[in-house]
């Protein structure tokens, strides 16, 4: 029972434009949202986070969205560079329940020149 | 500042062999992560560390896997024997505790441990 679900494997965005990745989830106790963006031959790296009692997160080029009633976020990447072209996982945790942090698939973002 | 130090990065072996792969967190980070990554898929964890002690090992396949964290800083883990279905990325990740929540202190990862079991 997959429990964070990222149903875009892959997701082309031109360079300059608004690339989007969206995440839905399962699990009503999860109260703590995170991407990671992982290149090639590298380990996940933390982007951005937020927590269920806030609805938008924002830092720099990247603001995460939560819609709670519908159990799905997104993260936002405006202006998209090539340096973006990555796997973005979606990942979430519910602390009152077992702290620890259940990732989603991953969709891989191609940013086009 | 150094980030996690893993080794190998590369490992190919025959299946029933052992295999083990170490990992050094950033320093003065007290929770340490191992974590499966299979082709594919997200991370997912096996166990996890605060200092020495395994808090959470509810993933850990104890038949063939183990781990160890001695002296609280460096970690290994073994798998013993290797089966092919463990063909993966083995990630260790690092975090400093300070938050009191493991599930949303800042894990820093390491570029994993790639093994084919052939």
Known sequence: DQQVKQNSPSLSVQEGRISILNCDYTNSMFDYFLWYKKYPAEGPTFLISISSIKDKNEDGRFTVFLNKSAKHLSLHIVPSQPGDSAVYFCAASAWNRDDKIIFGKGTRLHILP | ?118
Do not use: M
């Open chain 2, 1 to 118: 500042e150094a980030g996690v130090v893993q080794s190998p990065r590369y490992k190919i072996i025959e299946k029933k062999q052992p295999v083990a792969f170490w990992c050094n967190p950033i320093s003065g980070h007290n929770t340490l992560y191992w974590y499966l990554q299979n082709l594919g898929q997200g991370p997912e964890l096996l166990i996890r560390y605060e200092n020495e002690e395994a808090v959470d090992d509810s993933q850990l396949p104890k038949d063939r896997f183990s781990a160890e964290r001695l002296k609280g800083v460096d970690s290994t883990l073994k798998i013993q024997p290797a089966e092919l279905g463990d063909s993966a990325v083995y990630l260790c990740a690092s975090s400093p505790g300070t938050s009191g929540k493991a599930s949303t202190d800042t894990q820093y990862f390491g570029p994993g441990t790639r093994l084919t079991v052939l």
